[in-house]
């Protein structure tokens, strides 16, 4: 089993949680002893979950995804709901296909969000939000919480740390200048 059959298989079993909750599980069909057979995952067909429903799944229903995170997007109530959203797009798999992923299909669903601020190529090349370079950040957007509370949300991966994960940078002092390169007027 490939990487894309993995990450299709946790985008399956995530989507099966949020339908239909934690405690179905998601196990396709034995073949081969203890061999499993992936190739729903690649080329679509059906599993049965824990309960007995048979569904049909595969590459073809990402678009169904994709809807269903953007509900989720406009749902957001908080900077943290955001994060723990882009989290679990980002964990369902979709940064494992061969396509780049546009997380700003989903993010840019989400109340707070602000285009007019958010320019990644800045993101990524400004030296305190990087931390010196020392943080690969792979997308990100600005976001506004409240009047004048402002933060950027990363995908990012330290060098210190093992993988990617969204996080949000509060620290005026690391986004000021980001913010100042985009226009924002320094009130604080």
């Not at 490939?2 to 985008?11: E, F, G, S, T, Y």
């Not at 992923?101 to 990644?120: A, C, W």
């Amino acid at each position: 089993m490939d990487i894309n059959d993995k990450a299709l298989v946790r985008l399956v079993s995530q989507g099966v949680e949020f339908a239909l909750g934690r405690d179905v599980a998601c196990n396709p069909a034995e073949q081969d002893g203890n061999e499993w057979q992936y190739d729903w995952a690649r080329h679509g067909g059906q599993i049965t979950l824990s309960n007995g429903d048979t569904y049909d799944v595969g590459p073809d229903f990402l678009d169904g995804f994709k809807e269903y995170w953007i509900n989720e997007a406009k749902n957001a109530h908080s900077l943290q709901d955001a994060v723990v959203l882009m989290e679990a797009v980002s964990k369902s798999g979709v940064m494992a296909s061969s396509d780049k992923f546009d997380y700003s299909e989903i993010y840019s669903h989400i109340p707070g969000f602000r285009e007019d601020l958010t320019d990644l190529k800045t993101i990524q090349s400004d030296s305190l939000v990087n931390d010196g370079g020392m943080t690969d950040i792979i997308d990100g957007f600005a976001f506004c919480e409240s009047e004048n509370e402002y933060t950027l949300v990363v995908l990012s991966r330290g060098s210190w740390e093992d993988s990617y994960a969204w996080n949000w940078i509060y620290d005026w002092g690391q986004v000021a200048n980001y913010f100042s390169k985009m226009g924002l007027v320094d009130e604080f």
